[in-house]
């Protein structure tokens, strides 16, 4: 089988930029008083940021009076990082430049806010190499529902079935398949391992590196 896209995910895979959101969101929750629980916190990996903020106030109500203010909170704390804070994940850059220097149609579709895929995206240099960047923040969903990867591939013009979308988390890996597409799933390592999604996704990566590999062997874009 071959594909027309890529699709790629953001945060956690692109952009090793789940560690900073985790310290942002410590920073917040325990300025407040509270004890950042692992199981909070793992609810909300590859979610959208309301939904995860509304998640934030049930578990810890004195962060905001809703769930808009904390999430305002953490996107504010986040863009004040020094920009050196944000880093490209391992083989990211390689893999935008191979999707742009052989012209593969090419997207982000993320849980991030529009702003922030912005921020990162120029911090990177990718603002010319991936002119194609979607927000599910304008959904009536985030992820795992699949409406950002079927906006996504219409965007581009595109069948979901001829996309290859590039995951990290489960969520996203969740709505890659729910939108027909098929899903290369790269575990962000700093939270999550490979065989966490033996259950879900036989096809699952180490790294960018290794995707790369598997397109160009398999001549996946032919």
Request: glycine share 6%; hydrophobic share 45%.
């Given at each position: 089988?071959?594909?027309?896209?890529?699709?790629?995910?953001?945060?956690?895979?692109?952009?090793?930029?789940?560690?900073?959101?985790?310290?942002?969101?410590?920073?917040?929750?325990?300025?407040?008083?509270?004890?950042?629980?692992?199981?909070?916190?793992?609810?909300?990996?590859?979610?959208?940021?309301?939904?995860?903020?509304?998640?934030?106030?049930?578990?810890?109500?004195?962060?905001?009076?809703?769930?808009?203010?904390?999430?305002?909170?953490?996107?504010?704390?986040?863009?004040?990082?020094?920009?050196?804070?944000?880093?490209?994940?391992?083989?990211?850059?390689?893999?935008?430049?191979?999707?742009?220097?052989?012209?593969?149609?090419?997207?982000?579709?993320?849980?991030?806010?529009?702003?922030v895929i912005e921020h990162f995206v120029r911090l990177m240099g990718w603002a010319a190499l991936?002119?194609?960047?979607?927000?599910?923040?304008?959904?009536?969903?985030?992820?795992?529902?699949?409406?950002?990867?079927?906006?996504?591939?219409?965007?581009?013009?595109?069948?979901?079935?001829?996309?290859?979308?590039?995951?990290?988390?489960?969520?996203?890996?969740?709505?890659?398949?729910?939108?027909?597409?098929?899903?290369?799933?790269?575990?962000?390592?700093?939270?999550?391992?490979?065989?966490?999604?033996?259950?879900?996704?036989?096809?699952?990566?180490?790294?960018?590196?290794?995707?790369?590999?598997?397109?160009?062997?398999?001549?996946?874009?032919?």
């Amino acid at each position: 089988m071959t594909f027309s896209a890529i699709i790629f995910d953001m945060d956690g895979l692109l952009v090793d930029s789940e560690p900073v959101w985790h310290e942002v969101e410590i920073g917040l929750i325990e300025s407040h008083g509270y004890v950042y629980s692992e199981a909070v916190r793992s609810q909300g990996i590859g979610m959208r940021v309301d939904e995860f903020a509304a998640i934030l106030q049930q578990h810890y109500p004195k962060l905001g009076d809703s769930a808009a203010a904390i999430e305002s909170a953490i996107t504010d704390g986040l863009l004040a990082l020094p920009p050196e804070r944000i880093k490209a994940r391992p083989g990211a850059d390689e893999i935008v430049r191979y999707a742009a220097a052989r012209n593969i149609p090419r997207a982000i579709a993320s849980s991030s806010t529009q702003v922030v895929i912005e921020h990162f995206v120029r911090l990177m240099g990718w603002a010319a190499l991936i002119p194609n960047r979607f927000s599910a923040q304008f959904m009536a969903r985030g992820k795992p529902a699949p409406d950002i990867y079927l906006h996504a591939a219409e965007r581009l013009g595109l069948p979901p079935e001829t996309c290859l979308a590039l995951e990290d988390s489960r969520a996203g890996t969740q709505a890659a398949q729910a939108a027909g597409m098929t899903c290369f799933t790269v575990p962000d390592l700093s939270h999550s391992t490979l065989e966490a999604f033996a259950d879900i996704n036989d096809k699952v990566f180490a790294d960018l590196y290794a995707v790369r590999d598997e397109i160009e062997s398999k001549a996946l874009f032919a």
